[in-house]
Nanobody, 120 residues
Framework: QVQLVESGGGLVQAGGSLRLSCAASGRTFSSYAMGWFRQAPGKERERVADIYWSRGNTYYAHSVKGRFTISRDNAKNTVYLQMNSLKPEDTAVYYC?????????????WGQGTQVTVSS
């Protein structure tokens, strides 16, 4: 049973930082990509960043590039999203997700989300 559990959300002032964590369990993720998504009220879900677990290749949405950093700790089976220079528009529920990298497939596994609120 694959399980993704996010943590690290909270309330932060604009310009501040948070680090989100995604603890992954239930299988090996060496052939997976791990992604961070977010959904703000009234908006559709947005892919923020992802990383190939084994190779470390990363993707960032234009809106967060240069401010957010995705990384992983293989020993801890944990993926992180370091968020710096936070803006009020970053306010959203942030979700961790996983998908296989072999084959053209969607993100299959999702966490429950963690709330990030950035005050102005």
């Amino acid at each position: 049973q694959v399980q993704l559990v996010e943590s690290g959300g909270g309330l932060v002032q604009a310009g501040g930082s948070l680090r989100l964590s995604c603890a992954a369990s239930g299988r090996t993720f060496s052939s997976y990509a791990m992604g961070w998504f977010r959904q703000a009220p009234g908006k559709e879900r947005e892919r923020v960043a992802d990383i190939y677990w084994s190779r470390g290749n990363t993707y960032y949405a234009h809106s967060v590039k240069g401010r957010f950093t995705i990384s992983r700790d293989n020993a801890k089976n944990t993926v992180y999203l370091q968020m710096n220079s936070l803006k009020p528009e970053d306010t959203a529920v942030y979700y961790c997700a996983a998908r296989p990298t072999i084959g053209d497939v969607d993100y299959l596994y999702w966490g429950q989300g963690t709330q990030v609120t950035v005050s102005s």
